[in-house]
């Protein structure tokens, strides 16, 4: 671990912080706070060295909310959307994120919706507060939709989740495959490493006329379009 790298991330955690604590003082709303996150998660990144370039911008709808379905290898996916990705969203996101200093606190604050996986009725009732930010706030969401990192180590088998969000709030689905994150913060590392990530932003999938009966059927077109985008090793 570079000692000069993880200064730099404890002092850009700690200006994200401040910047955030002031927009919610001033009570300046989610999208302003989204603003802050995604200056300074792209700060977070640049400092050690993570360079990010994103590819495939054009196949996001433009002016309508859409579900975003992502891979997840490692914690940096997170900064990583939050700075790159070109649109005002709201993370679904495991409910234990929301009790990690700092980014924890944003998240709660952010307007984002964490998700208790062990408790089914809990677990309903954020897909329907994700759902009300589709339908009704017309904003865009971001989940991983396998739940869990997979390190670097391929790609897990995608949950229901997103399909589920999908089928229930009629927009369409954005494939996104996250590549290089599995260095840029490698498992039981504290601080980012400098490291290349690719971004890759697939075509839409439409959910419109899908019914509960179809989410199985969905989640698997979901995790199939998802792994189109990544390159064979090699």
């Avoid at 070109?86 to 998240?107: C, N, Y």
């Avoid at 869990?148 to 790609?155: I, L």
Wanted: net charge positive; aromatic share 6%; hydrophobic share 45%.
């Amino acid at each position: 671990m570079r000692p000069f790298a993880l200064f730099t991330s404890i002092i850009a955690l700690s200006g994200f912080y401040m910047e955030g604590l002031y927009v919610r003082l001033r009570g300046l709303g989610h999208t302003r706070m989204h603003l802050v996150a995604r200056r300074w998660g792209r700060r977070i990144l640049r400092w050690p060295g993570v360079q990010v370039s994103v590819e495939g911008e054009h196949h996001i709808p433009a002016g309508l909310p859409c579900l975003f379905v992502a891979n997840h290898v490692s914690y940096s996916d997170t900064p990583i959307l939050m700075g790159h990705l070109p649109v005002d969203f709201r993370f679904l996101a495991k409910e234990s994120l929301f009790k990690m200093p700092i980014i924890g606190t944003h998240l709660r604050h952010g307007g984002h919706v964490g998700v208790v996986r062990d408790d089914p009725r809990a677990a309903v009732q954020s897909l329907n507060s994700a759902a009300r930010i589709l339908k009704d706030q017309k904003t865009s969401v971001v989940i991983f939709a396998e739940g869990t990192r997979s390190h670097g180590e391929g790609m897990r088998e995608f949950r229901s989740g997103a399909a589920h969000l999908a089928i229930q709030a009629q927009v369409p689905v954005v494939p996104v495959a996250i590549m290089g994150s599995a260095q840029a913060l490698p498992k039981n590392y504290l601080s980012l490493q400098r490291s290349r990530v690719r971004v890759m932003i697939g075509a839409p999938v439409s959910a419109e006329g899908l019914a509960r009966r179809d989410r199985d059927s969905f989640t698997a077109r979901l995790q199939a379009a998802v792994a189109a985008l990544i390159p064979p090793p090699g």
